[in-house]
């Protein structure tokens, strides 16, 4: 009976949980929404999403190219089809491999960040002192993070994609013996725009996802320097775990999008 | 009668197990200085972020200019906060702004003031708590006291009808303390029509600058009067507080 009594009350206390962030989240939207609008702000923290991620974005982008190239040759060699290693990386890159991978590392980095710089806001009342003075919090701290996070994710994705079909073209046409030509045209006959939209609108959802999670967790610490911490490493788990399960319910959506 | 600017009745707040607000009734007269003092975690810092709306009471009214604040949506809660000018315990400064930028925060946010008046007015506050040259500085590169001044400086800028203080003077040096204590003074002075209430520690800076002092006690007030009240009193408690002494009713 205990038990039972202690998982309920665990489950209320999840579900409490969810419908907090639900609230915090619909009214930074509404915030965002609504003027005053705070665009020095949302500039600053599109630079740090976008720009400042440039770098481990393109690193990973292009490694995942490669080694997706040498591991296509594996399979496609065997029936002499390594012509198609082009297409088929591009595929997976554009549906799957880039918006995932581009959010998880954007998360690491940006996600923990917003939740223990809001998080360090809070305990320090710097949140408390905004409210003082009638200034709203979630529209002034919320909102542009999450907003930048939104439109550069899809943007860093876009670019992760680029350079992942070059490190792919690299491995596929400088090592392996597949002629430009063919690379080229393979791609162009099996990737459709939709792949990459479907790409982008899922990247656009892993913005929202990771930057209001690391927000929320922020705005609700407590306990010092070491809620701060605690903050951060939760907020980071729980934006990776939405990430990868709304990714699968977003494919299956998504899928009749790109079947026709 | 003088006219009451805020009035607590019976504020109740608990945390989990712990009772620290357990029924506190009190009137902040308009147009003077009120002075809360009371030991640490008394829940004076909290009764401060209830008069602000900071946090919200599990029971009990707060009334300012007449109107219950209690009971205010978001919106309407932020309108009323406009009036207020609150200088926290720990400053609360923004630490990704210079000085100049924390003071002239609230005027940006809230004034329609151009960028050289909002210049000349940030100096000028800057001035007055002793902080003409620290403009520049980082907050995150402050001491403690310098801190405690901007976040007076902040809370002043744009001359607010109740001005909060939560021991503005805690941590500053004898000249500064006096320094502070004045311009809290003289900004009531100047200004008939505001009403401020300070949290103090400082027995002697109490008697300087308070028109009425309360004293908050295991969750509620248990005097309440002016300096002579507290000078002539024999509720030991309030004996032992005012003149600092180890032995005595409270431990
Ligand atoms: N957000 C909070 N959550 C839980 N407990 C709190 C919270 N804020 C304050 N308390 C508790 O309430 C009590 C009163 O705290 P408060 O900060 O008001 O004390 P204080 O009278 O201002 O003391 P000091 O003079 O040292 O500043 C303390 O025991 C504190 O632990
Ligand atoms: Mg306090």
Redesign the pocket.
């Known amino acids: 009976m205990n038990a039972v009594s202690r998982l309920g009350a665990r489950i209320i206390s999840v579900v409490e949980g969810v419908g907090r962030y639900v609230g915090f989240l619909l009214r930074s939207l509404r915030g965002g929404l609504l003027p005053p609008y705070r665009v020095r702000i949302l500039f600053k923290q599109m630079h740090f999403v976008g720009v400042e991620s440039l770098l481990i974005v393109m690193v990973t982008g292009i490694f995942t190219g490669m080694v997706f190239a040498v591991q296509a040759n594996i399979g496609f060699s065997r029936f002499g089809a390594e012509s198609l290693i082009g297409a088929i990386v591009t595929l997976s890159l554009t549906r799957e491999l880039a918006p995932v991978l581009t959010a998880l590392m954007v998360n690491g980095r940006v996600g923990s960040a917003m939740a223990a710089e809001l998080g360090t806001m809070r305990v320090t009342e710097q949140i408390d002192a905004l409210d003082s003075m009638a200034v709203d919090a979630h529209q002034y701290l919320a909102a542009p993070r999450i907003l930048a996070a939104t439109l550069m994710v899809p943007a860093l994705t876009m670019v992760f994609n680029v350079v992942g079909v070059i490190g792919c073209w690299y491995v596929a046409v400088k090592q392996l013996s597949v002629t430009p030509g063919a690379f080229q045209a393979r791609i162009e006959w099996w990737v459709d725009p939709d792949d990459l939209l479907g790409g982008m609108i899922k990247s656009a959802v892993f913005g929202l996802i990771l930057s209001s999670v690391g927000c929320y967790k922020g705005f609700t610490t407590?306990g010092g320097a070491e809620g701060v911490g605690r903050a951060t490493t939760t907020a980071v788990v729980i934006s990776g775990v939405l990430i990868l399960t709304s990714d699968y319910f977003m494919t299956l959506i998504l899928a009749p999008l790109s079947v026709g | 009668m003088k006219k009451v600017g805020i009035e607590l009745e019976g504020l109740q707040k608990r945390?989990?197990a712990?009772e620290?607000l357990r029924g506190v009734s009190l009137e902040i007269p308009a147009g003077e200085v009120t002075v809360i003092i009371?030991?640490?975690?008394?829940?004076?810092?909290?009764?401060l972020k209830h008069v602000m709306g900071l946090m919200r009471p599990d029971a009990g009214i707060i009334r300012v200019s007449g109107q219950d604040i209690t009971r205010l949506g978001d919106a309407d809660l932020r309108r009323e906060r406009f009036r207020f000018g609150m200088v926290f315990?720990n400053a609360a400064l923004f630490d990704s702004m210079n000085v100049y930028d924390n003071v002239a925060f609230p005027l940006r946010e809230h004034s329609k003031l151009s960028e050289p008046q909002i210049c000349l007015r940030v100096e000028a506050m800057l001035a007055s708590v002793g902080l003409k040259d620290a403009g520049k500085k980082q907050a995150n590169e402050l001491s403690g006291g310098m801190r405690k001044r901007v976040g007076v400086a902040r809370a002043m800028v744009r001359g607010p009808e109740f001005l909060l203080y939560?021991?503005p003077t805690t941590g500053l040096d004898p000249i500064m303390t006096a320094q502070i204590d004045a311009l809290i003074r003289d900004t009531q002075d100047a200004n008939p029509g505001l009403t401020s209430l300070v949290?103090s520690?400082d027995m002697a800076a109490t008697f300087r600058i308070a028109d009425k002092i309360a004293m908050?006690h295991e969750g509620r007030v248990i005097l309440e009067g002016t300096a002579e009240t507290f000078r002539e009193t024999d509720d030991p408690r309030v004996r032992q507080f005012v003149e600092g002494r180890l032995e005595g009713p409270i431990q």
């Open positions: 407590s | 945390f989990g712990q620290v009371g030991r640490s975690g008394t829940g004076k810092s909290v009764l315990q939560d021991e949290i520690h908050l």
